[in-house]
């Protein structure tokens, strides 16, 4: 059926826009990884990379860190892994489980953030204004500077220095910008 609304077709775009989210995610942990190499003198793993570590006063770390199963090396995601499996199973993760868990979360927020994208963008082609950096600008402010740090995964952002958050607020533009080049390229082909 052909749609005569003036509006893309937003199943195709949510598609779009989870290829999208997959390949940013990629492409963001690449990113982290050479920065935090640079910053640090030294590559940390292979999954989602963070500077924003230590252990937060309140919330989830804080309730992690009372039951002794909180890391002060831990990042977010793995401090949300470790959360879940504390909650369902009552079991701390191991180390290399937390960073695996973890990567499958930022891999999770990735998909999502660039199925709402690819959607949002078929509804309301202003989306995908200046490449959809905006966009990538409101995931930063929203998640990493105010739900992340407000539910106890991070600190607080004013516990971090100016060049912790030009690292994520760069880590989001890279994941936004490829996103959207990936969302229009599979977009165009569908």
Known sequence: MKNTSGRGNV??????????????????????????????????GHGAQSLQQGSPEHGIGAELRAQGKDDAQDTAPARLANAISVG????ALSRREKET????????????SGAIYGALA?????AATGAGLPFGVAVW??????????????????EYPR???????ASHLVFR???????????KTL
């Open 101 to 112: 868990a973890g990567t499958g979360l930022h891999y999770a927020m990735g998909v999502t």
């Open 11 to 44: 199943g195709k775009g949510l598609a779009a826009g989870v290829c999208g989210g997959l390949c940013a995610a990629w492409m963001m942990n690449q990113f982290q990884a050479i920065w935090s190499r640079f910053a640090a003198g030294e590559e940390r």
């Open 88 to 91: 369902v199973s009552g079991r």
């Open 163 to 169: 060049s912790i958050h030009l690292y994520a607020f």
């Open 122 to 126: 078929e509804a309301w082609p202003g």
């Open 177 to 187: 910008l490829t996103a959207e080049c990936v969302r229009r390229a599979v977009r």
């Open 141 to 158: 402010v929203i998640a990493d500077e105010g739900l992340v740090p407000a539910a106890g995964l991070s600190k607080s952002p004013t």
